[in-house]
């Protein structure tokens, strides 16, 4: 049976019927309440917390992200403009490109936000550019963890960071190109729910440390899992007090001169469960031994449970005391792997029910793709006063091509029903 219950299922199903399918909505007092218990239990050390824009760069997350007072990593030269933009201070973004390029790396030193290396090839033509400069560098501490293996960042197979095993190279570019490595980063992988791999793979960065004396931050990534599916617990924040802060603390306490800030950089802890997709079931196909709901969204809208397996609770708001059956939920794109859920129990559906398909808040949108030209899904704010913000529309197939290709929209042929009535008539002569 559905194990959980959408925080606001009215306000959900109102959203479904006043705006329409598919669509994203967003609960900001979610997005608060997550920051608030991250804060709470990184207390006692001195830390900052960055958010990994890449779960969701939507501009009302961000702002409220902003106004309580995160800095974010950003990724990529669009995620920086837009950090920018949002009026994130230089100094609380960081900047950690993968196959940095001469350009990306020189806007962002234009930008005045901290960079973010993870190759030694990089290390040294950033040093050739600037030196005598500040600099962080990502290590790889050959350690990983992940929902699944296409989100372990770290270990003898990844390609990020540079490895512990190298920290000699490290230090002799810097040496040559009289760098200051103020900062050393790490991020093993995501949706992890266990504590002590994390501080396992920071006991790692915390030895390297020893190795920098310039340093004024220690950039513990984020990984910080939530539970999607029955059976997972979330993370249990005493433990992850007494496992990582705790230590964290005393190494502080142990090395006082060093005065260094902890910087944690979560992406999905912060907005998963604030997101909903809300889903139009409109095809109900009994198929040999199973039922397929067919729904008006896709692979393309939510890529996760095609890629990862994830699993998404999924809630029948319209007949939330249905009697589950099993189902087959799938998408509208021509792809056998578009599926939201397969052997999945979900309340009775009937055809034009609405699904709410759950904590899609990191990593649903942000990974969106209009594959076989679907129109991307409406996204909607849930504010702290329980208003709703509409942040964009669902465009409509003309708005759609018009839009990609603006030099046809002169030659738009008449919209026209005639080519199916034709059709018909030649079959009835
Ligand atoms: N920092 C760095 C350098 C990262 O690469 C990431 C995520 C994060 C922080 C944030 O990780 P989080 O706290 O969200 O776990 N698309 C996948 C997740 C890919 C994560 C990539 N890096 C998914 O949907 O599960």
């Known amino acids: 049976m ?14 479904a019927n006043n705006f329409g399918t598919p669509t994203y909505a967003y609960n900001s007092n979610r997005i608060h309440s997550q920051i608030e218990t991250l804060r709470k239990h990184t207390a006692g050390i001195s830390s900052r917390l960055l958010y990994a824009m890449k779960a969701n760069s939507l501009r009302p997350i961000l702002q409220q992200i902003n106004k309580e007072g995160m800095g974010v990593d950003a990724v990529s030269p669009a995620e920086l403009e837009l950090a920018l933009r949002i ?29 973010n290396i993870g190759e030694l090839s990089r290390l040294r033509q950033y040093g050739k550019t600037y030196p005598g400069s500040e600099i962080c560098v990502r290590l790889n501490p050959r350690i990983g963890a992940g929902h699944h293996a296409h989100v372990i960042t770290a ?45 396992k793979a920071i006991s790692v960065l915390l030895d390297a440390a020893l190795n920098f004396p310039d ?20 993370l249990d924040m005493a433990e992850w ?29 912060i907005v998963a469960e604030s997101g909903t997709l809300l889903v139009e079931v409109n095809t109900l196909k009994p198929s040999n031994d199973r039922i397929f709901a067919g729904v008006d969204s896709g692979m393309g809208h939510l890529l996760r449970p095609v890629i990862y397996g994830a699993h998404h609770t999924i809630y029948n708001l319209s007949n939330p005391d249905g009697v589950p059956r099993t189902y087959d939920v799938v998408g509208n794109i021509c792809e056998s792997a578009d599926f939201f859920a397969r052997d999945r129990e979900v309340q009775e559906i009937r055809e034009g029910d609405i699904l709410a398909i759950m904590d899609v808040g990191a990593y649903g949108m942000s990974m969106a793709s209009e594959y076989n030209l679907r129109p991307l899904p409406a996204e909607i704010m849930i504010l702290e006063n329980g208003d709703t913000e509409i942040i964009s529309h669902r465009e409509s197939a003309e708005e759609m091509i018009d839009r990609i290709y603006p030099e046809l929209i002169r030659q738009k042929v ?15 002569t």
């Open 2 to 15: 559905t194990s959980r219950v959408p925080e606001n299922k009215k306000v959900l199903l109102e959203i």
């Open 87 to 115: 009026g994130f201070a230089p100094e609380h973004i960081l900047f950690s490109s993968n196959n940095m390029t001469d350009d990306e790396m020189r806007r962002a030193a234009s930008a005045g936000v901290t960079i």
């Open 155 to 199: 270990g003898e197979e990844s390609k990020f960071g540079i490895s512990v095993d190298q920290i000699d190279d490290i230090i002799s570019v810097a040496h040559e190109f009289d760098l200051q490595i103020i900062g050393l980063h790490q991020h093993i992988g995501s949706g992890i729910l266990e504590t002590r791999i994390i501080w």
């Open 215 to 234: 340093l004024k931050f220690l950039n513990l990534g984020g990984g910080l899992g939530v539970p999607y599916r029955p059976d997972e617990k979330p």
């Open 241 to 269: 007090e007494s496992v990582i802060i705790k230590p964290l603390r005393k190494y502080r306490a142990k090395h006082p001169s060093r005065n260094l800030e902890f910087i944690f950089e979560p992406g999905r802890y």
């Open 414 to 428: 008449q919209a026209s029903t005639s080519p199916s009535r034709s059709n018909i008539q030649d079959r009835e």
